[in-house]
């Protein structure tokens, strides 16, 4: 009887222990399905497109990168993120540069800079949120003054130029145009320039002098047309600073030879605009054909030629208008490559003191490239600051979000309106504001300058055309984007003789800003671009 009642007790025990054990898996079995139904929710940082993944917790961890996040959201959507443990989540990523909008709208493609990580999964939601932009203003703000000082840093630095692979008559006499340069005669006066615009007068003009007399220039017949060596596809409109050049450059007798060891510079004659427009493939949000394209020709012109490798690329260049071409050049190939670029952008790719910032010029007709120049003295000029456009980027709506809120009656702050109502602004106002769209160039500078009208650059990091030999700010205004609430109260705080002092500057820097049909004048546009060039390349002979 003991023994039956033990084996009783023995099986009731195991029992116990198998509804426990039965118990415990389910239990594990419920959390488990728990936990992976959690559906981890990602936020895109909008800076630099990072992909953050968001766990719900009452702490936010204080980690130096989520400070900035959090505090970058705050800045850029006007509303506090939650509180949460943010952790970063490894993904693939591609340079993809930007998201581009479909060709042909406005300036074609105007985009940011950024980077693109593959997207994870995104629960969905039945709200319909807001769409926002990824550009926001610079966490870096280089002044004109600190680009002053980069460009003398590098342009007096030997280890920031590269020794040729074997020496050359030319390599000397670049050497003889920086020494002469250098030690130019003093030029107290000259009737054709305005010693005030310039930093140095006596060094421009003896750089452009040696220019003139020394400077030759090979072109590539290599090169597919329309994208190479065809500018009438290109003559007007935002890009046609890409068209006019090359033209005026392909047709120039003063400057090129048919004999490629006697130039200083080689040309690479492309459109950038029209490489967009032959090669990209609409909503695609690629442009890998587009860089392979020209790295191909890239490969061309060296398997054809040894003058590439001689110097590593250092004294080639192009000019590109396309907001694309930064990207589309960066690196690679084109390290040391001189880029003539009208999206120049100190804070991302241009390389201060190698490359040029080319003028966006914006041209209704070939036949008159320069339009109606000129406008009203400074006594009718009775508008304080005017500004019309597009509201690209994330200027621009600050811009006429703070005059149409509280408008003032000196400031006419618009959006688009008629093209002659827009010159006979320009011509009647003392400032015109010229404010970034999706990139930093805009065509409203020398737009400004033609119609005498004082710049106002609102813009941060634009590198603007020939700094190298202009002081810009004797002659235009550059306002920090962050200080647009405050644009009128810096205006008139400019003292009247002040004012009247940089509009006379205006026009007498606008023969630097003029296309010419048939032959280039002398200082105009055409050969600012090339002393540009020529003055960044002597520059980088040691």
Known sequence: MDHQNRVLRLMGQAGTCRVLLLMVMVVAIVLGLQYFELTPIFIVSPGNGTVFRVTESNNITKSAENE?????????????????????????????????????????????????????????????????????????????????????????????????????????????????????????????????????????????????????????????????????????????????????????SRFLTKDPTKAHLFYLAFSSRILQQKLYVRESHRRTNLVKYLRDYIDLIVSNYPFWNRTSGSDHFFTACHDWAPAETRGGPYMNCIRSLCNADVGKDFVVGKDVSLPTTKISSAQKPNGNVGGNRPSKRTILAFFAGSLHGYVRPILLNRWSSTPEPDMKIFNRIDHKSYIGFMKRSRFCVCAKGYEVNSPRVVESILYGCVPVIISDNIVPPFFEVLDWESFAVFVPEKEIPNLRKILISIPLRRYVEMQRRVLKVQQHFMWHDGEPVRYDIFHMILHSVWYNRVFQTF
Request: net charge positive; no cysteine; glycine share 4%.
């Open 68 to 252: 900035t996040f959090l505090a970058s959201q705050e800045a850029s959507t006007g509303f506090k993120p939650f509180n949460s443990t943010v952790v970063f989540k490894n993904l693939e990523h591609k340079f993809l540069n930007d998201s581009p909008k479909a060709p042909g709208q406005d300036r074609g493609n105007e985009t940011s800079s950024s980077l693109h990580s593959l997207p994870p999964k995104i629960p969905q939601s039945n709200k319909k949120h807001e769409k926002r932009s990824t550009k926001k203003r610079p966490l870096v703000v280089i002044s004109i003054t600190q680009m002053n000082n980069m460009i003398m840093k590098r342009h007096s630095n030997p280890n920031n130029s590269l020794a040729p692979k074997w020496g050359s008559k030319v390599d000397k006499e670049l050497k003889t145009a920086r020494n002469n340069i250098k030690n130019a005669d003093l030029v107290k006066k000259d009737d054709t320039l305005y010693a005030p615009l310039y930093h140095n007068l006596s060094a421009f003009k003896r750089s452009y002098e040696l220019m003139e007399q020394t400077l030759k220039v090979y072109v590539y017949s290599e090169g597919d047309r329309p994208i190479f060596h065809q500018p009438e596809a290109i003559m007007e409109g935002v890009y046609a600073s890409e068209g006019w050049f090359m033209k005026q450059m392909e047709s120039s």
